[in-house]
């Protein structure tokens, strides 16, 4: 293995630089973009629990809010109770916003590895198959296994870019669809929650 590494020249540094950032940030999503650590569906019926009890207070706001994403945004719209629906949304909204984007993180940069992979190790086939005709026009082309081993040698990092860039593309789909879900579960939670502050204001106004 590491005689294909040297052989294929210094453009399969940054190959396999790609290589090691893409495993780390797939590893580190994989982690990271979990349900039950983003949106748990258990959070609403907690609130109404809590609700019912009478004690929906600051400092539960403030335990839900560090709960999780999830907790954030429905705390964001539990802090503006009394005020109108829009204003809810709004606040909701601006709060998920934000967590979808950092859902999103790292994610541009492992779309680029798997764009700029197979770039990279056609340039780097390109950088040797100039090698291969300047020695052909030094030694002449008597020496078949001389040009057959350069031109192997010229397509090694085209094979290292695709191996890098078809995971990579991969798995960037799939974590994008992953934050997709996530971001649907989120809006429905909101959603229902919102339903739920209404129809306690409804029910509040009418006894």
């Given at each position: 293995?590491?005689?294909i590494?040297?052989?294929?020249?210094?453009?399969?540094?940054?190959?396999?630089?790609?290589?090691?950032?893409?495993?780390?940030?797939?590893?580190?999503?994989?982690?990271?973009?979990?349900?039950?650590?983003?949106?748990?569906?258990?959070?609403?019926?907690?609130?109404?629990?809590?609700?019912?009890?009478?004690?929906?207070?600051?400092?539960?706001?403030?335990?839900?809010?560090?709960?999780?994403?999830?907790?954030?945004?429905?705390?964001?719209?539990?802090?503006?109770?009394?005020?109108?629906?829009?204003?809810?949304?709004a606040?909701?909204?601006?709060?998920?916003?934000?967590?979808?984007?950092?859902?999103?993180?790292?994610?541009?940069?492992?779309?680029?590895?798997?764009?700029?992979?197979?770039?990279?190790?056609?340039?780097?086939?390109?950088?040797g198959?100039?090698?291969?005709?300047?020695?052909?026009?030094?030694?002449?082309?008597?020496?078949?296994?001389?040009?057959?081993?350069?031109?192997?040698?010229?397509?090694?990092?085209?094979?290292?870019?695709?191996?890098?860039?078809?995971?990579?593309?991969?798995?960037?789909?799939?974590?994008l669809?992953?934050?997709?879900?996530?971001?649907?579960?989120?809006?429905?939670?909101?959603?229902?929650?919102?339903s739920?502050?209404?129809?306690?204001?409804?029910?509040?106004?009418?006894?």
């Open positions: 293995m590491l005689e590494v040297i052989a294929g020249g210094w453009l399969m540094l940054p190959i396999l630089l790609g290589s090691a950032v893409a495993l780390a940030i797939v590893a580190e999503r994989f982690w990271s973009l979990r349900q039950e650590r983003i949106a748990p569906l258990h959070l609403l019926e907690q609130i109404k629990q809590w609700s019912q009890k009478g004690r929906l207070s600051p400092k539960h706001l403030d335990a839900l809010q560090s709960h999780s994403p999830m907790g954030r945004i429905l705390a964001a719209g539990l802090k503006q109770v009394g005020k109108p629906r829009a204003d809810i949304r606040a909701m909204e601006e709060v998920a916003n934000q967590e979808v984007h950092d859902m999103e993180r790292f994610l541009s940069t492992l779309g680029t590895i798997a764009a700029i992979s197979p770039l990279l190790g056609l340039l780097g086939t390109v950088v198959m100039i090698e291969v005709f300047t020695a052909l026009m030094l030694h002449g082309s008597g020496d078949t296994a001389l040009l057959a081993g350069g031109i192997s040698k010229a397509l090694i990092t085209t094979a290292a870019g695709l191996c890098v860039a078809i995971p990579a593309m991969f798995f960037h789909r799939m974590l669809r992953r934050v997709d879900e996530i971001a649907v579960s989120m809006e429905t939670q909101a959603a229902e929650l919102l739920w502050l209404t129809d306690v204001e409804n029910e509040s106004k009418g006894a």
